[in-house]
């Protein structure tokens, strides 16, 4: 087992197995009953001693996660029982095998699309808000498209939806040119990409908090040290970012400025200009992640950084896959300069190139609707169920939850008296799915929050679904009382 260990960290040595291995169990690399390395195993292998293995597993197990057997060891338990289990295969062996995985929370929910009855985990529309016709005759197209099958397409992405989406960007007031677009396989892609290309063990990145979780599954992997800022409803404080920098200046700096993920809020102008001033004296890679700025509820949104930035400090990271075709799963990069070419030669390494009929089906759909129009209509219709999600809110919690309405995006923002991690057990049952807060915070706090989508739920399915999660809510606080 691979534990990152940062000796000038202001958390202890303990703490910092305690953690890991807490993040690997929440990702789900761990299932009940399965063991941890011995004492002595863990020790040798992170170079620390044994008296701090100790203290660490002491620390699972007062938390919950573990449960020592003595003679046997320490094994994984979310109940009261643990061990391995004498009618199952025997895997305690692979306890033995190094591995370099790190924190992965955000695809355990993402993984219960099919099964949940009400999605709220899920930051997507649904199928009455999607393109589906066009999309279907899209597809149709791209199949009798030769050009679908016959090869690969350049790494860089099929040079005419680059040039499509040129074309687009530039409608919008961008000059985005073909040459600096690289088509991924959505947003996360593009995360990943600049993970790969950019940051190494120690490397300090700041983003916002809370945030995108996968984002930091992603900088997590690479070793990277993450800092939090916390954000307010302008965007990431800006008072304690400029202190930061002072102090160590970071290699990247990752926001989502319109939609933040998860509050849904928009970074105003101001702090826009200010944070890319901050990029440029001292070099530093800002990453923007912008895969619902289309849908936004204010009457104007700011220009992407991307946009105002002169001298390619900005990667611009545009989602299509949440708003036009899930399924495709696509989106783009944007960057300038040596930045762009260093990132196509990771891409070319990671995957070799898109799926092509994806990306020619994705042209075809492009060419076959007028984006204005349907992102109008679509803003028209989350709106309503925007203002929807708010009067549900409020006519089922018993007063105790809070939230403040997104001002772009499919996400509400809740705040609790319970603990959200252990109501996600209570939900499943109920066929009920959401995001826990804790997913969005670099050290699993935030157990009083949760995000919940309302995009992805049908209108008709909307109240049904909120009334029940409400529900599960309510029961939740009132045990809490009448245990107190």
Request: hydrophobic share 35%.
């Amino acid at each position: 087992m691979h534990i990152p260990i940062s000796r000038t960290s202001k958390q202890s040595i303990s703490d910092q197995i305690a953690q890991t291995i807490m993040e690997r169990i929440g990702s789900g690399m761990y299932k009940e009953g399965e063991p941890l390395p011995s004492v002595r195993q863990l020790a040798k292998e992170i170079g620390v001693s044994v008296v701090t293995v100790i203290k660490a597993y002491r620390i699972l197990e007062q938390k919950g996660f573990t449960v020592t057997q003595h003679g046997k060891g320490t094994f994984i338990t979310t109940s009261n029982q643990a061990g391995p289990s004498n009618s199952t295969p025997d895997y305690a062996w692979q306890a033995e095998v190094v591995d370099y995985s790190g924190r992965s929370m955000f695809g355990q929910h993402t993984k219960r699309s099919g099964v949940a009855k009400y999605p709220f985990h899920a930051a997507t529309l649904s199928e009455e808000l999607l393109p589906m016709n066009a999309l279907r005759q899209a597809t149709e197209r791209a199949s009798h498209d030769p050009r679908s099958f016959a090869g690969y397409s350049s790494p860089l992405g099929d040079e005419d939806l680059r040039e499509t989406l040129s074309s687009y960007f530039q409608s919008n007031g961008s000059d985005v040119r073909a040459s600096e677009i690289m088509i991924t396989t959505g947003c996360q892609q593009g995360i990943d990409l600049v993970a790969r290309t950019f940051i190494g063990a120690g490397d300090v990145v700041l983003v916002e908090s809370p945030t995108y979780p996968a984002a930091l599954d992603s900088f997590r992997s690479r070793g990277a040290r993450i800092v939090p800022i916390p954000s307010d409803h302008q965007g990431i404080r800006m008072d304690l970012l400029t202190r930061l920098f002072d102090e160590q200046a970071p290699k990247v700096v990752y926001v989502v400025p319109t939609g933040q993920n998860p509050t849904g809020s928009i970074m105003d102008m101001e702090t826009r200009r200010r944070l890319l001033d901050l990029a440029e004296s001292f070099h530093c890679l800002i990453v923007e992640d912008d895969p619902w700025s289309e849908i936004h509820y204010e009457r104007q949104i700011p220009p992407s950084m991307y946009r105002l930035d002169q001298n390619g400090h900005v990667i611009f990271l545009k989602g299509f896959s949440k708003t036009l075709a899930p399924g495709l799963r696509l989106g783009c990069l944007a960057a300038k300069g040596s930045i762009y070419s260093r990132l196509a030669g990771v891409k070319a390494i990671a995957d070799l190139s898109t799926p092509l009929f994806n990306q020619r089906s994705f042209l075809h759909l492009l060419r076959g609707i007028s984006l204005p129009d349907y992102y109008d209509s679509v803003r028209i219709h989350m709106t309503r169920k925007r203002e929807s999600v708010q009067r549900l809110l409020q006519k089922y919690t018993a007063g105790s939850v809070q939230w403040v309405a997104p001002q772009a995006g499919p996400n509400f923002w809740l705040q609790t008296t319970i603990d959200t991690d252990a109501l996600v057990i209570e939900a499943e049952r109920e066929r009920i799915s959401f995001l826990p807060g804790s997913n969005c915070f670099i050290d699993l706090s935030g157990s009083r929050y949760l995000r919940i989508g309302f995009g992805a739920i049908p209108s008709e399915k909307l109240e049904e679904g909120i009334a029940e999660l409400c529900k599960l809510i309510n029961n939740q606080e009132k045990t809490k009382e009448t245990q107190r």
